[in-house]
């Protein structure tokens, strides 16, 4: 069994910044994409960011130049770095992230239990 656990979350200024980090564990043989999603009040789970094993990002349009996703490999952790951060950001960010497990063996694919990320006006 995987498990995935993000940390780094909190209230925040407008403008400020914060740093999401996600650690994976458990039965991992590879992990292959990671990404995070966020769900605010009232809406629907979305798209923030995407990493493949090699390093190839994706970013929703409303993050752009604002977000950096990042992975440390040897270490199974997957960053978000959110800068210029806006109440709009405000949300519960999930972290996932899919491979194969060794015990298992079959492919995975994990979410963490989420982490509140608010941005004040």
């Known amino acids: 069994q995987v498990q995935l656990v993000e940390s780094g979350g909190g209230l925040v200024q407008a403008g400020g910044s914060l740093r999401l980090s996600c650690a994976a564990s458990?039965?991992?043989?590879?992990?292959?994409?990671m990404g995070w999603y966020r769900q605010a009040p009232g809406k629907q789970r979305e798209l923030v960011a995407t990493i493949t094993s090699s390093g190839y990002t994706n970013y929703a349009d409303s993050v752009k130049g604002r977000f950096a996703i990042s992975r440390d490999n040897a270490k199974n952790t997957l960053y978000l770095q959110m800068n210029s951060l806006e109440p709009e950001d405000t949300a519960v960010y999930y972290c996932?992230?899919?491979?194969?497990?060794?015990?298992?063996?079959?492919?995975?694919?994990?979410w963490g239990q989420g982490i509140q990320v608010t941005v004040s006006s």
């Open positions: 458990g039965s991992i043989f590879s992990l292959n994409a």
């Open positions: 996932t992230a899919s491979g194969y497990d060794r015990r298992r063996l079959r492919n995975f694919d994990s």
